[in-house]
Antibody, heavy 113, light 112 residues
């Protein structure tokens, strides 16, 4: 069955670079895109970006200058890297298969000094 | 960016009630091929969002038929025919017709 699982550090310092991994199973990254969605604590959902089946990417302009999404198809993994972290980047980060039908459990990231 | 406006933000109900949630977009969500990429999710407390309806009115696998969706262009409705306790949580609409994809602010379905 389709599964996605995020992994990464839970606590980050301001100005550091966040690296998250989404490991997928039950589908191929060359057949479906994978997107990242962020949810600040107690708030709503924000699309951050998507890497498409062909390998191209689209990003939300609000984070585009700091965000990079890449993948390793041989390992069925999608990567999120976001630099210059600030406390407002705190929240739960989800990866989801496009068209956002299956989601990972999410990983909570706290940015604090 | 397409702004998705959900109303109401809070919807107190009694079990067995019918519930309706509105989602309005700032521009048409109809794609050039005729598809409308408007989807509905439920996020229960402490859980990940789960897809209920995709492309306006199509129920996702395992979703009960008490959930239905309708609408076109810029105005969409999610209806729950008889609310059950497992339906409580926050409902979000998502448009994936236009980049950047955008969610509504959420509607909290809670008990009176």
């Amino acid at each position: 069955q389709v599964q996605l699982k995020e992994s990464g550090p839970g606590l980050m310092q301001p100005s550091e670079t966040l690296s998250l991994t989404c490991t997928v199973s039950g589908f191929s990254l060359t057949s479906n895109g994978v997107g990242w969605v962020r949810q600040p604590l107690g708030k709503g959902l924000v699309w951050m970006g998507t890497i498409w089946a062909g390998g191209s990417t689209n990003y939300n302009s609000a984070v585009q200058s700091r965000l990079s999404i890449s993948r390793d198809t041989s390992k069925s993994q999608v990567f999120l890297k976001m630099n210059s972290l600030q406390p407002e980047d705190t929240g739960t980060y989800y990866c989801a298969r496009h068209p956002f039908d299956y989601w990972g459990q999410g990983v909570m990231v706290t940015v604090s000094s | 960016d397409v702004v998705m406006t959900q109303t109401p933000l809070s919807l107190p109900v009694s079990l067995g009630d019918q519930a309706s949630i509105s989602c309005r977009s700032s521009q048409s969500l109809v794609e050039s091929n005729g598809n409308t990429h408007l989807h509905w999710y439920l996020q229960k407390p402490g859980q990940l969002p789960q897809l209920l309806l995709y492309k306006v009115s199509n129920r996702f696998s395992g979703v009960p038929d008490r959930f239905s969706g309708s609408g076109s262009e810029t105005d969409f409705i999610l209806k729950i025919s008889r609310v059950e306790s497992e339906d409580l949580g926050v409902y979000y609409c998502l448009q994936s017709t236009h980049l950047p994809y955008t969610f509504g602010a959420g509607t909290k379905l809670e008990l009176k």
